[in-house]
C-alpha cells in the first residue's frame, strides 16, 4: 500500500465509521473499483487496521469525553441520588445493547466472514442498507413510542432492539450506526437521541475490536516505517472522525424529520453504480 493508498484509507475509515453508510461495505468496494492489490484481511495489513480503529476510538471518546465523565460520576454517587439511579440505567442500556452483537458474533463469525472479501456482495448489501434507512424513516415510533429526547429516557426495550439492530452489520454494507440509529427511531427515538446512543455504543465496540485484533500481532516484527504510516492514518483517521461526529450530531438535531434520507439515497446510488462497475469489470 502506497502512503496515498493509506492516507485514502485513512479518510474514509474516519468518515465513514459514524456517518450510516457503511465503513466496511466502502473499505470492500472501493478498492476493487480502483483495482489495488492489497488485502484487508492480509496480517501484514492489521497494524494499519488496528491504528485506524484507534484514531476512531480516541476521536469518540474525546467529543463525548464529558458524556462519560458524567456518566462515571454519576453512578460513584457524585452528582447526587437522581442521578446516580439516571447514570446506572445508561449504562446498564449500553451494556444490554452490547450482548446481541457478542453472542451472534461468537456463533456465526466464521460463516459471516465469507462475505468480508466480496465487494459485489458488499455493493449490495449497500442498496439495502439505503433501503433500510428510508424504511426506518417510515416506520419511526413502531415501537408504541415518538420523540424520545434523552438517553436518560430509553428503556431496556428500546436497547435490546437497538443491539439486535447493531447485528445486521455485521454484513458488510450494512452500517453500524446506520443500523443502531434505524432501531432507535422505530423505537419512537429522535435522531439526535439515537445517534448519540449509537456513538456511546461504538466506543466500547471499536474499542473492543482494536484489542482483539491488536493481540494478534504480538508475534509480527514490523518495521519503523510501517508504523510511520499507521501512526499517520490513525491521526487522519481520528481527525476527520472527529470532525464528522460534531456535523452529524448538529446535524440530526436540526433536521429530525427526515435526517436519514440523503444517506438512504446515496447508498442505494453507489450501491447500483458500484454494482454495474463491479459487473462490466469482471
Not at 118 to 142: C, T, V
Not at 176 to 187: D, F, N, P, V
Not at 213 to 236: I, P, W
Not at 239 to 267: E, G, I
Request: proline share 2%; hydrophobic share 55%; charged share 10%.
Amino acid at each position: 500500500m502506497s502512503f496515498l493508498q493509506a492516507i485514502f484509507i485513512a479518510i474514509l475509515q474516519g468518515a465513514t465509521e459514524l456517518f450510516p453508510v457503511s465503513s466496511l461495505g466502502h473499505a470492500v468496494i472501493l478498492p476493487a473499483l480502483l483495482h489495488w492489490s492489497y488485502d484487508l484481511h492480509d496480517i501484514s495489513f492489521l497494524p494499519f487496521l488496528v491504528m485506524l480503529h484507534l484514531g476512531t476510538s480516541i476521536a469518540l471518546l474525546i467529543f463525548f469525553w464529558s458524556d462519560w465523565m458524567a456518566l462515571f460520576r454519576g453512578t460513584l454517587g457524585l452528582e447526587g441520588r437522581q442521578i446516580q439511579r439516571e447514570s446506572v440505567h445508561i449504562l446498564l442500556l449500553l451494556v444490554i445493547a452490547t450482548i446481541p452483537a457478542v453472542i451472534i458474533g461468537a456463533l456465526f463469525e466464521h460463516v459471516l466472514r465469507q462475505f468480508f472479501g466480496s465487494a459485489s456482495s458488499a455493493a449490495i448489501f449497500l442498496i439495502l442498507n439505503g433501503l433500510m434507512l428510508l424504511i426506518a424513516e417510515k416506520l419511526r415510533g413502531l415501537g408504541g413510542r415518538y420523540g424520545v429526547r434523552t438517553v436518560a429516557d430509553m428503556t431496556v426495550r428500546d436497547a435490546l432492539v437497538i443491539g439486535l439492530f447493531q447485528c445486521i452489520a455485521f454484513f458488510p454494507g450494512f452500517s453500524r450506526s446506520g443500523a443502531t440509529i434505524c432501531g432507535g427511531l422505530i423505537q419512537g427515538l429522535r435522531h439526535d437521541t439515537a445517534a448519540r446512543f449509537a456513538f456511546l455504543m461504538a466506543e466500547p465496540v471499536i474499542l473492543a475490536a482494536t484489542v482483539k485484533e491488536g493481540l494478534k500481532m504480538r508475534s509480527l516484527h514490523l518495521d519503523v516505517s510501517q508504523l510511520s504510516v499507521a501512526f499517520f492514518a490513525a491521526l487522519v483517521a481520528g481527525c476527520v472522525a472527529l470532525l464528522s461526529t460534531a456535523f452529524l450530531m448538529r446535524y440530526f438535531q436540526n433536521h429530525d424529520k427526515w435526517a436519514l434520507s440523503p444517506f438512504a439515497y446515496y447508498c442505494i446510488c453507489a450501491g447500483i453504480l458500484s454494482s454495474v462497475l463491479l459487473h462490466f469489470s469482471i
